[in-house]
């Protein structure tokens, strides 16, 4: 898993398919590559810098612990929603891979 840049995650918001639910926007592009890359966006809006890196830090962990279910070759962009402020890392995973399944990037398990 690589980190996106600004310049690749503008690329991904303009040509990028999303689908979203009341935790988070997922904003996926083929990115031709064996591996994915992860992006991760928490507005200002969802809380000061100590509960914004307390949301990254649990989608990052949902991330990694499904990693192997997501197919190769993807730029993910995901926006966190003010609702995540209290939410627990299972329902991140649980949003995470309902909507990878939606977005068609997740083999069923």
Not at 71 to 91: C, L
């Amino acid at each position: 898993m690589e980190s996106l840049k600004k310049q690749q995650f503008s690329a991904v918001y303009t040509n990028g398919r999303s689908r979203a639910d009341h935790l988070i926007v997922m904003y996926v592009l083929e990115n031709d590559r064996p591996y994915n890359r992860l992006g991760i966006t928490v507005s200002k809006k969802v809380g000061n810098s100590v509960v914004r890196h307390r949301v990254k830090r649990i989608i990052k962990e949902a991330y990694r612990l499904h990693e192997d279910e997501f197919s190769s070759g993807w730029d993910i962009v995901i926006i966190a929603r003010r609702d995540t402020i209290d939410k627990k890392s299972t329902d991140m995973e649980k949003s995470l891979r309902k909507l990878g399944r939606i977005c068609k990037i997740i083999e069923k398990h």
